[in-house]
């Protein structure tokens, strides 16, 4: 079946404006996280939602980022009055089962990556 | 802090050879420890998943190994190809309340040179 898919693969955009970037998960997983990858540095984890719910949202940088996730499927990760920090590849995963008992496969999408001007 | 460091950094080996990266971790408490690959532009892929009482798991012509005591593991690959070539992170998982959440390496970008 399809995997994790992410739009747009690219964007380049000004300082200063907003952004909206997509994921849809793999249909049927339940659980869906939002990753920041730097230049040399390791995944950051942002956001993760189970179903509907944010449970932990701890890893979003500062309140100009949101995300959401509607209907149990696709996901937006907004970021407000874009800043050059701001450009990374954002990366989406999914996984199955809930995440709070044993082991689970997280399945990576392609990333869009972000370049603030 | 919880961390995960690996190394080397990067890595150059020809064909056909054999290789081995490895990863040192202080994430506690610790649940799982995985390696993915994640080649140019793309998302990575999970090679291995190894819970506390595992000490080896193989996928093809990689195999990883775990020391929980020593919080140290290694991902070898054997008879390298060209595809190969690509930056393997290890992933170590924590174990808090209701959520495991996944703390990354930097990663070992691997060239397979012909």
């Known amino acids: 079946g399809a995997g994790v898919s992410q739009s747009p693969s690219n964007k380049v955009t000004e300082k200063g404006k907003d952004v909206e970037l997509r994921c849809d998960p793999i249909s049927g997983h339940t659980a869906l996280y939002w990753y920041r990858q730097s230049l040399g540095q390791g995944l950051e984890f942002l956001i993760y939602?189970?179903?509907?719910?944010?449970?932990?949202k701890s890893g979003l940088p500062s309140d100009r980022f949101s995300a959401e996730r509607t209907g149990g499927s696709v996901s937006t990760l907004t970021i407000q009055r874009t800043q050059q920090e701001d450009s990374a590849v954002y990366l989406c995963a999914s996984s199955l089962a809930a995440p709070s008992g044993g082991t689970y496969e997280q399945y990576f999408g392609p990333g869009t990556r972000l370049t603030v001007t | 802090k919880n961390q995960v460091e690996q190394s080397p950094q990067s890595l150059i080996i020809l064909e056909g050879k054999n290789c081995t990266l490895q990863c040192n971790y202080t994430v506690s408490p610790f649940s799982n420890l995985r390696w993915y690959k994640q080649d140019t532009g793309r998302g990575p892929v999970s090679l291995t998943i190894m819970t506390f009482s595992e000490n080896t798991k193989s996928n093809g012509r990689y195999t990883a190994t775990l020391d929980a005591d020593t919080k140290q593991s290694s991902l070898h690959i054997t008879a390298s190809q060209l595809s190969d070539s690509a930056s393997y992170i290890c992933?170590?998982?924590?174990?808090?309340?209701?959520?495991?959440?996944?703390?990354f390496g930097t990663g070992t970008r691997l060239l397979v040179s012909p």
């Open positions: 992933v170590v998982s924590a174990k808090n309340t209701g959520f495991q959440k996944l703390v």
């Open positions: 939602f189970q179903g509907n719910s944010a449970p932990d």
